[in-house]
């Protein structure tokens, strides 16, 4: 049986993303890809969808605004991630003190991460959502202050990532893909595009 890398060879997976995490965990599963060019999208979704269904729906969005037409042989990936706290969705800070407010906010406390996933090619379309639940221990204000100055993290839902300093000693377990967390949840990228080609 072929690997999924080998049974790319014949198709081109592209990767419209910006996150530097998709990225990375693409590559570590030996999966290559295609980045595409930045494009426009208004991310927006509807007043009154329940949370843990808006990342998928912005995925949607993404790859229905993709502005160049699929090839035969193109598979187009698209994802959104987001921090659900409650009933609320903590986006990426605009800036460092919105990062300690999100961040005092999920400390001690319990969250759930969900990425929506689309693949979609000229003829077929999958998409899904992938949850993790996630536990804070209690962080100090000190410690929220150091992930934030020297992290820096307004480009991350939530204002944080797991695989930095924060997820380190701050996250006591996880439920769920730790990939998911961090941006992909590649085991079921990886089985979807298994069934697709």
């Known amino acids: 049986m072929m690997l999924l ?3 790319l060879a014949g198709h081109r997976l592209i990767l ?12 570590e ?15 927006v979704w509807p007043e009154g969808m329940p949370a843990a269904e808006v990342a998928e729906y912005l995925a949607g969005l993404k790859s229905d605004a993709y502005p ?8 187009l990936l698209t994802a959104d991630t987001t921090v659900i706290l409650g009933d609320g969705i ?25 990425t929506g996933v689309v693949l979609r090619t000229t003829t077929r379309r999958e998409s899904f959502t992938a949850t993790t639940t996630v536990h804070f221990r209690r962080l100090t204000p000190e410690e929220i202050g150091h992930y934030v100055d020297t992290a820096r993290p307004m480009d991350k839902a939530g204002a944080y990532a797991i695989q930095e300093w924060i ?6 377990r996880i439920e ?12 079921m990228v990886y089985a979807t595009l298994n ?3």
């Open 5 to 7: 890398k080998d049974k």
């Open 167 to 172: 997820g380190h000693v701050g996250i006591e």
């Open 16 to 27: 419209a993303s910006a996150s530097p995490r998709r990225r990375q965990i693409l590559a």
């Open 195 to 197: 069934r697709m080609i």
């Open 68 to 75: 160049v037409p699929l090839a035969p042989g193109d598979i």
């Open 176 to 187: 769920g893909s730790f990939q998911n967390v961090m941006g992909l949840p590649i085991q």
């Open 90 to 114: 903590l986006g990426k800070p605009a800036d460092g003190a919105e990062a300690r407010r999100m961040l005092a906010d999920l400390s001690g406390r319990v969250h759930t991460v969900t």
């Open 29 to 43: 599963a030996e999966l290559p890809f295609t980045l595409a060019a930045p494009y426009e999208v208004d991310e």
